[in-house]
């Protein structure tokens, strides 16, 4: 009798499904074996497959607050239905051991093992091999959900760590408007199929030579105990963090500012083309009276910038403005613009300060009572260009949400100072000329600039860098310097102690 061609295809359906199920079913009973053998106690063998599904399904819902990424963990497993997908590949590979080194030596980068539970995982896994402790089937479900979770967890949590950074800076800082990539659920299922799993966390270690350089550091202080080491180590505990984020500049050329240093770098092919004295915002640590301790009354430090301090960004300098006007802004207007008007009917005039109201300008200002509370809210200041106006004879454009640009100074005797944190947030540039020359070239441009500084007069239009170059203002207390030397500098805004507070809370 000749079968019916949807008979046939229906048989082979079921024949196919019954592979399927038999190899599924063959592979998580493996499962039960190879726990067996991992942890020489028998009564692993006992388990059964659909009954550790469900416990590891039970379990992930009861630690999900305890996830670093609990969605994450959440999808990945119900993809692979729960499987104990971790623990089979560890245990074939035979690199429990090992991956629990890789956990125990955590120190090495300024971290502390119980971001990851590692000691939990050491003792669940210790007894796991003794069969007093577990010596039931159930047991055996509830050590191995556990476990699987757990160590998928640390797996997860430290290449999150090493790669991206145990910290997003833009939860913790206030003025931080660098691009920073953070891990999302494609870097998170990456590392958790991975085939190899100790091959790929040697393979994430950052291989930096600076950040070798210090992991070396703090392992030579921690050898020795002494205040000054103690602090020494924060510092690098901080700055390890600082370069594991994904924030770091790019391309063939760049301008860097580095906050602490109070410098300014254009970098070309990796290495300093020019470099020179900056003066940065005023910072809320000037005095450096703060050290590396949490020093806020609740006991969690939170970052209360002051107002003038210089922001941590990146964007494109795009054009420069020669011989500026100085559209003074209203907060230093009233704290700072109209007290001096007060006690010098002539401080304005003798300035180049001019005054509006309602767009008009004012023609004699020394009639106005400056004295009065809120006089200043009622008008608009602007600096002529000249010798004496704020931002010098040029400053440089970026566009950022903080109003901010590098700048020309009169100031000059400001960059004699050691601390150089003096200005109400912009970056003051030591030779303004041999930066725009670094970023024009000696072409027309660079020719025009020179020839409208002589003018004394504000161009019509800003003058386009053909190429926008990208500028990083950044905060960077401890780097290797080009001859391969550590270089420190002191917390002038008091983010290391942000910072390092937060890493502490961590472990």
Request: glycine share 4%; net charge positive.
């Amino acid at each position: 009798m000749k079968k019916h061609p949807h008979a046939l295809a229906l048989t082979l359906l079921c024949v196919m499904l019954s592979f399927v199920i038999y190899s599924c079913g063959n592979k998580n009973a493996e499962f039960a074996k190879l726990t067996s053998k991992s942890t020489g106690n028998k009564v692993f063998k006992q388990m059964d497959p659909e009954v550790l599904a469900e416990k590891i399904k039970t379990k992930q819902q009861s630690m999900k607050k305890n996830f670093r990424n609990p969605k994450f963990m959440q999808a990945y497993y119900e993809q692979q239905e729960f499987q104990p997908v971790m623990l089979q590949k560890v245990f074939a590979e035979k690199q429990m051991d090992s991956l629990m080194a890789v956990l125990d030596s955590v120190g090495n980068h300024g971290l502390s093992p119980n971001m990851f539970n590692a000691a939990k995982i050491h003792a669940l896994y210790s007894d796991m091999k003794d069969n007093k402790k577990i010596a039931t089937v159930e047991q055996a479900y509830a050590s191995v959900a556990e476990l699987e979770l757990l160590l998928a967890a640390a797996v997860s949590d430290y290449s999150d760590v090493m790669q991206f950074g145990a910290i997003s800076p833009r939860r913790i800082y206030a003025q931080y408007y660098t691009e920073t990539k953070r891990p999302d659920e494609k870097s998170f299922t990456a590392t958790l199929d991975a085939k190899d799993t100790k091959a790929y966390l040697d393979s994430i270690q950052p291989k930096a030579e600076p950040y070798l350089a210090m992991q070396r550091e703090l392992k030579r202080l921690s050898t020795e105990t002494s205040a000054a080491n103690e602090e020494a180590k924060r510092i690098l505990i901080v700055n390890l963090e600082r370069m594991r984020w994904q924030n770091k500049p790019s391309g063939d050329k760049y301008v860097l500012v580095n906050i602490p240093d109070f410098t300014l770098d254009v970098m070309e092919k990796g290495k300093s083309a020019l470099k020179m004295k900056v003066c940065v915002g005023e910072g809320r640590n000037k005095d450096y009276a703060d050290k590396l301790v949490e020093y806020d009354e609740s006991g969690v430090k939170k970052d209360r910038p002051f107002n003038r301090e210089t922001p941590q960004l990146n964007s494109l300098i795009h054009s420069v403005q020669v011989n500026p006007v100085w559209n003074i802004p209203q907060s230093i207007a009233s704290n700072e613009i109209s007290k001096y008007a007060a006690a010098d009917p002539y401080y304005l005039s003798n300035n180049n300060i001019d005054v509006y109201q309602d767009g008009k300008i004012v023609d004699d200002p020394e009639t106005i009572d400056w004295s009065e509370d809120g006089a200043a809210k009622k008008y608009s200041f602007k600096q002529r260009p000249g010798d004496d106006n704020s931002l010098g004879k040029i400053k440089f454009l970026f566009n950022n949400q903080s109003s901010v640009y590098l700048h020309d100074t009169p100031a000059k005797k400001a960059f004699n100072l050691q601390v150089r944190a003096v200005s109400h947030g912009c970056v003051r540039v030591e030779e303004p000329m041999k930066l725009a020359q670094a970023l024009f070239g000696n072409g027309n441009q660079y020719q025009t600039i020179q020839n409208a500084m002589q003018t004394g007069q504000p161009q019509a239009k800003d003058i386009a860098l053909p190429n926008k170059v990208p500028v990083y203002l950044t905060y960077n207390t401890c780097w290797l310097d080009e001859s391969g030397k550590l270089q420190y500098r002191k917390d002038v805004y008091g983010l290391d102690i942000v910072l390092y507070t937060h890493l502490q809370r961590l472990g």
